[in-house]
């Protein structure tokens, strides 16, 4: 397994919230058992007390987002420092789960916690699985969604570092936001030659994700 697998985990915590919209699903000891996934055996040691500090990882994971957002890698880094000195885990090479057609294992590198509770061990997994994607991408991979008020995390593994939206739906979302309001623009500007035709057609919205200048300045 990749070690940038892992910070998938940091982006699902994060994405229990919408404080915009004042959603929050995390709310009960499944919700957090949810989040591990197909890691049945450490979701099984999350008890109700976990509820609450699962809430507290994911508020200062979210200011790890929020600072590489604005441009402060500076910043970014030593929030996540200091989770990933909190919550440390021990690379490991494992071949379980994964064999080969002579049965072999395929040998992979592995994140091992050792948690003192269920949230110690996905802190530390989500900690040292966003550093991973950091390091390799760039700060600047590290997102929230430009459609308000989603502003849910991501990471962006476009290849120009064009990525401004969580999914497809946000991206499509804020497209047609953006056209209709060109529209009522156009509509209060007295004397403007109505568009027809190819020039018409050419200002519909896209559902594509849509792309920003690279670098951190284009956000």
Known sequence: MELAYYSDYAVRLVNTEEPARGKD???????????FGVNQSAARRA???????????RARLRAVFEAADKGDETLAVDLLNSL???????????GHDFRDDDGRPLWHMHLAD????????????????LAFHLTEYGVDRLGLCEAAP????YLDT???????????????????????????LEAARPGLPERTG?????????SAQGERRPGLSGR
Do not use: W
């Open 25 to 35: 699903s995390l709310t009960s000891v499944e919700a957090v058992r949810e989040l």
């Open 47 to 57: 008890t109700d007390t976990d509820v609450t500090r699962f809430r507290s990882v």
């Open 84 to 94: 990933l000195l909190e919550f440390p885990v021990s690379p490991q090479i494992s």
């Open 114 to 129: 050792h948690p003192s509770n269920a949230t110690a061990g996905y802190a530390a997994i989500a900690a040292m699985g």
């Open 150 to 153: 989603c502003r849910n995390a």
């Open 158 to 184: 476009s290849t120009n570092r064009s990525r401004r939206y969580c999914s497809d739906r946000c991206a499509t979302r804020a497209n047609v936001a953006a056209y209709r309001a060109r529209k009522r």
């Open 198 to 206: 190819r020039a018409a057609d050419s200002a519909q919205p896209s």
